[in-house]
């Protein structure tokens, strides 16, 4: 080995590694040893090492080596389906945004509604949308993956409707208040009554007491919108009601009773 020029070269530059590199034989590039115990590298077994390093001698000439060996395996393995990484496919389905009208009772004690979806192609679709209790105008619901469909395998996009919430005759909202003009008579009024109010949980029973003014308002704790852990609470605003065609004796009635104290001494400006 020492006498051949070559074979010395590689020695001084290998040292004792040279053995196990064949001893550099014609076209002196290093190649695995099959059934080497482990000296081969399975992922590299198309690539003839010595077209990188070089067929003469073996010698890594050029300091490039690697970087085409990187080149080769990229290839190699895009050749085997590895492809482009995530987000090289398709596109996500578009979202979809919709308006959704519901009734006030359905809005405060949650319920169902109908959407009326026109699809590409005119195709026309109607989807059940559950209404969550509670919900207040102008919020939004998202129906996962029933927008537009995806292309090349990817998702669909989602619906998004925004809620309108129809008003009450009677009913209105402040938040999680919520607050009934109730009707009562005059006699109600000056005398006191108990009087049924329906809300949200069921018919509740509320007293007047004697000489209730229009516009009194009478507090019912828990009995609003319920979202979550949360509740409201009720308030009945009461106006008195006069009948159209006043009867003759109450007309006599009134008189004797007389005007009373200015109830406007208190307004000014």
């Given at each position: 080995?020492?006498?051949?020029?070559?074979?010395?070269?590689?020695?001084?530059?290998?040292?004792?590694?040279?053995?196990?590199?064949?001893?550099?034989?014609?076209?002196?590039?290093?190649?695995?040893?099959?059934?080497?115990?482990?000296?081969?590298?399975?992922?590299?077994?198309?690539?003839?090492?010595?077209?990188?390093?070089?067929?003469?001698?073996?010698?890594?000439?050029?300091?490039?080596?690697?970087?085409?060996?990187?080149?080769?395996?990229?290839?190699?393995?895009?050749?085997?389906?590895?492809?482009?990484?995530?987000?090289g496919g398709g596109a996500t389905g578009a979202n979809v945004e919709h308006e959704l009208q519901v009734p006030f009772r359905t809005a405060i004690s949650g319920g169902h509604a109908q959407l009326?979806?026109?699809?590409?192609?005119?195709?026309?679709?109607?989807?059940?949308?559950?209404?969550?209790?509670?919900?207040?105008?102008?919020?939004k619901i998202r129906l996962k993956g029933q927008g537009e469909p995806g292309t090349g395998g990817?998702?669909?996009?989602?619906?998004?409707?925004?809620?309108?919430?129809?008003?009450?005759?009677?009913?209105?909202?402040?938040?999680?208040?919520?607050?009934?003009?109730?009707?009562?008579?005059?006699?109600?009024?000056?005398?006191?009554?108990?009087?049924?109010?329906?809300?949200?949980?069921?018919?509740?029973?509320?007293?007047?007491?004697?000489?209730?003014?229009?516009?009194?308002?009478?507090?019912?704790?828990?009995?609003?919108?319920?979202?979550?852990?949360?509740?409201?609470?009720?308030?009945?605003?009461?106006?008195?009601?006069?009948?159209?065609?006043?009867?003759?004796?109450?007309?006599?009635?009134?008189?004797?009773?007389?005007?009373?104290?200015?109830?406007?001494?208190?307004?000014?400006?």
């Amino acid at each position: 080995t020492l006498k051949d020029p070559k074979k010395r070269e590689m020695f001084d530059r290998y040292g004792s590694a040279y053995d196990s590199m064949g001893s550099g034989g014609p076209g002196g590039g290093w190649r695995p040893h099959p059934g080497g115990g482990g000296q081969g590298f399975s992922g590299f077994e198309e690539f003839d090492l010595g077209d990188i390093f070089g067929a003469g001698g073996g010698g890594a000439e050029g300091a490039g080596g690697f970087s085409d060996l990187f080149r080769q395996f990229t290839r190699k393995q895009q050749r085997r389906g590895a492809g482009p990484g995530p987000g090289g496919g398709g596109a996500t389905g578009a979202n979809v945004e919709h308006e959704l009208q519901v009734p006030f009772r359905t809005a405060i004690s949650g319920g169902h509604a109908q959407l009326t979806v026109r699809r590409r192609g005119g195709r026309v679709e109607t989807i059940d949308v559950k209404i969550p209790a509670g919900i207040d105008d102008g919020k939004k619901i998202r129906l996962k993956g029933q927008g537009e469909p995806g292309t090349g395998g990817s998702s669909p996009g989602d619906i998004l409707i925004t809620i309108r919430v129809a008003p009450h005759p009677a009913f209105q909202r402040h938040g999680l208040d919520l607050i009934v003009k109730v009707p009562v008579t005059l006699q109600e009024a000056v005398l006191g009554a108990k009087i049924d109010v329906p809300t949200p949980k069921g018919t509740i029973s509320l007293t007047l007491p004697p000489g209730t003014s229009s516009g009194k308002r009478l507090r019912v704790k828990g009995h609003g919108v319920s979202a979550g852990e949360k509740s409201g609470d009720l308030f009945a605003e009461l106006q008195i009601v006069l009948p159209e065609q006043l009867d003759p004796r109450l007309q006599e009635t009134l008189k004797e009773i007389g005007a009373g104290p200015n109830p406007r001494s208190s307004l000014v400006w």
